[in-house]
């Protein structure tokens, strides 16, 4: 961990820039052990966020059996495709999108890698265990996109971190348009609010939906159409929603973010 002492990084990539990512290609190293070391001190925990948010017993199993594989596999296909991949139409400036453009970016890479973890190949080519592995990343990313997230923001404060704003733009876009087939359903149950998805092939296709969008936006340089995404379905937090979330968070008493203490050895 060296200088990065208390909180390294669980990731080193190279910079989203499009022109480097097109001259140079992409380039990610993902540190699995302090990943895994976050995932194993989580397990040993008498109270989680997995157990207080997760509607079901089978949700927790999925999670607790491919979650935290299945999420680093998201992170690799983000970082080396996801960010690598689409190119600006000629005539079309990287700053396009102006304040919007990380946000947007972000989306880009998670969406990509959302659709691309639930394709069968991905199973045939060993990197996936078995074609029920994605369901867990996708039960992980909509429950934190749309709700737990949001233990880290302040009461009355939106929602301003790009990466943040894209989780939430995500969850709640796809939410909103699967309505009508209740493809993501909220329900309610003791007075707590639980977001269960129903249809994980048809919420794939809701990603796929989005990420064409999202890069149409891109390569087309979009303002008005990035603008109009960011600001309806990244920014603002339901108040009643947000209020439970903390409640519900601070009852677990944890904090929303983790540390290592290096040991100090000494030679016997």
């Known amino acids: 961990m060296g ?21 140079h290609g992409s380039k990610s190293v993902t540190i699995a052990n302090l990943t895994t070391a976050y995932d194993k001190a989580a397990e040993e925990l008498p109270k989680s966020v997995l157990g207080e948010f997760a509607y079901s017993q089978e949700e927790i199993d999925r999670t607790k059996k491919y979650g935290a594989y299945a999420d680093d596999i998201h992170t690799d296909l983000h970082e080396c495709l996801g960010h690598a991949s689409g190119q600006l139409l000629p005539g079309v400036a990287s700053t396009a999108l102006g304040e919007y453009q990380s946000a947007l970016e972000e989306g880009r890479a998670d969406l990509f890698a959302l659709y691309y973890i639930a394709d069968p190949k991905m199973v045939e080519l060993g990197i996936m265990p078995d074609a029920e592995a994605y369901k867990a990343e996708y039960d992980g990313y909509i429950r934190n996109g749309i709700m737990t997230q949001f233990s880290r923001v302040e009461l009355g404060r939106p929602n301003t971190e790009a990466h943040m704003q894209n989780r939430k733009l995500v969850a709640e876009w796809c939410y909103e348009k699967g309505l009508a087939d209740n493809v993501i359903e909220k329900k309610v149950r003791d007075g707590k609010t639980y977001f269960v998805i129903n249809d994980y092939e048809a919420l794939r296709g809701l990603f796929g939906d989005l990420l064409a969008e999202i890069q149409r936006i891109k390569s087309e340089g979009d303002y008005a159409a990035g603008k109009a995404l960011i600001e309806k379905y990244a ?19 944890l904090k929303p973010y983790g540390g290592f203490v290096n040991p100090t050895i000494t030679p016997v």
Do not use: C, F, M, Q
């Open 3 to 23: 200088a990065t002492y208390p909180s390294p990084p669980i990731g080193i990539n190279l910079p989203n820039a499009d022109w480097i990512r097109k001259e």
């Open 235 to 253: 920014v603002n937090i339901d108040p009643a929603l947000h209020k439970e979330v903390r409640d519900r968070y601070a009852s677990l008493e």
